[in-house]
């Protein structure tokens, strides 16, 4: 039991966009619990401590402020608050192997295994110890075995409690969440382990949404999650195709297939694919799993998903080229939004980037505009030639051939688009990967319109 004002201490091990925001939220529900959160980046840590945050989410700053001093701390002593703590969050990150055996598909859990053996190094009291990272099933037997390794005596009891929130609506997933999923074992140990973490969500969670089920079940029910929604954004887009083959409307499908209340009409929105951190990353991991135990038709199976995912953009970048008359050397091409969707500056694994590469290879001229991701852009980009980074969409259209919408923003629903059209070269092409646009408004300012998945809007 932590001493002083607070009930229990936590610590949250990782800083990123998953550790930061999840624990702002226990530390602005649960004012008798203190929350540190640690990171071995010294400049990510630094960032949290000042008023401009290593990421941007919307609702996110007010939240920090309001905790941060009181119960919420951020810090790179994390030996110091690991030796403290009661209950440790790991949120480390997890990305794809790029190296060895399963490179391209395991999770590389370098990370994660160094957190676990800091964790043993500087523990002298019992502490929960839980999974907040996605990670492959049967992850918890590995850190159990670092944690209880040699001579320590101290008992470490480990949880799964995945995290389900999406960049960019981070705050509401959280304080609103569909369900909070908490794997334990069924010892006596286990079951006291995971009351304590359902004691924390009670704060603010009804009861309900609460979840309890064993380890396994909650690590495999992360991966399953991303699989199904990006499955859905997959199968979707390869109707797009088909849309486009036959003159039928996407729009209208998605429509009438969501009516369906078995199916649903969240998450079949045609584009250009899905990006972010996860979905490709969660979906390889699953896959290597059942590669792992020899499940190939199942395998087979997922692997479908992220096939469909790059043979939407190679087909978008086809169809760029075909309506443009089979050349895009030394044409300039407006990119409008780089992050993997809106309201976040994030850009892991967006379609832009092999939008763009695509593009530089046959030798277009490239301005990208986003109104949050250019750094994060520049740096995906590093090497590349012949790439404009421009704050103002405006001068980013500016004698460009066509635009190539990646991001949904907002924003880019309210640009004066006659004035974007007068100052480009014509014929002007406008490509709409998210049918974010008015395409028919378009077409009327002069605009050859190419949306996914419906027909094109053309003026010859
Ligand atoms: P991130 O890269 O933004 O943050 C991870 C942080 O961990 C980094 O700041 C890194 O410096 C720190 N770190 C790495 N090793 C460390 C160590 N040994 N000690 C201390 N700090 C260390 O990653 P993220 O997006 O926050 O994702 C974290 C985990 O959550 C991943 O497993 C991811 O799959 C999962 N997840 C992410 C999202 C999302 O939307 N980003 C959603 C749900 C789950
Ligand atoms: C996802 C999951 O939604 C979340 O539950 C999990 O915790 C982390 O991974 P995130 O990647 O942040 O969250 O965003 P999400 O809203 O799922 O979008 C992912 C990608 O799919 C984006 O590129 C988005 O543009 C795309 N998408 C989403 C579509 O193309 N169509 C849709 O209908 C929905």
Redesign the pocket.
Known sequence: MSEGKFYKKIVC???????GPTMTIIANKCPNYKVTI????KP?IDAWNSDDLPIFEPGLKERVEKSRGKNLFFSTD?DKEIAEADIIFV????PTKTFGEGAGKAADLQ?VE??AR?IKENSRSDKIVIE????PVRSAEALEAILHSGNNSVHFEILSN??????GTAISDMEYPDRVLIGSKDTETGRIARDELVKIYAHWVPKEKLITTNLWSSELSKLVSNAFLAQRISSINSISAICEATEADIGEVAFAVGKDTRIGEKFLQAGIGFG???FR??ILNLVYLCEYYQLNEVADFWKQVITINDYQVNRFVKRMLRAMFNTLVGKKIAVFGFAFKPDTG?TRDTPAIYLTRQLCEEKARLSITDPHALENAKKDLDGLKGIEYIEDPYSAAKDAHCIALMTAWDEYRSLDYQKIYDSMEKPAFLFDGRNHLDHQKLFDIGFNVFPIGKPPLLHH
């Open positions: 091990i990782g800083a990123g966009y998953v550790g640690v990171d071995i980046s990510r994390v949120s480390v990150n997890t990370f160094l957190t800091r907040k990272s996605t990670l995945p995290e389900f929130m999406a960049e972010g951190s996860c990353k969660d994030d």
